[in-house]
């Protein structure tokens, strides 16, 4: 199951860069980019309130940050529950 979430998320990533660099026609364009900017401030947001205790478990490295903004909670809650 996470890999199908680790993709799902690499396609959202994928689409909002490309929307960035090439922005998609009509109203796909503007709604990507507010889904991309969005999840990215809720993720961004996640990551400073777990941030304390994946630190505690030692995942509080650059990847896991990545992974974060990437998937969420979905990333750093399975880590928390080992």
């Known amino acids: 199951m996470k890999k199908i979430n680790q993709i799902v998320g690499l396609l959202l990533l994928s689409a909002f860069v490309i ?5 998609f026609p009509g109203a796909w364009g503007p709604g990507v980019m507010k889904v ?3 999840l990215l401030a809720v993720h961004t947001i996640e990551f400073i309130v777990v941030f304390k ?7 509080a490295t650059a990847i896991d940050l ?3 903004l990437l998937l969420g909670f979905v990333h750093w809650k399975p880590l928390l529950k080992k």
């Open 36 to 38: 991309g900017l969005i």
């Open 66 to 68: 990545f992974w974060t």
């Open 19 to 23: 929307n960035l660099v090439m922005p």
């Open 53 to 59: 205790k994946l630190k505690a478990i030692g995942h």
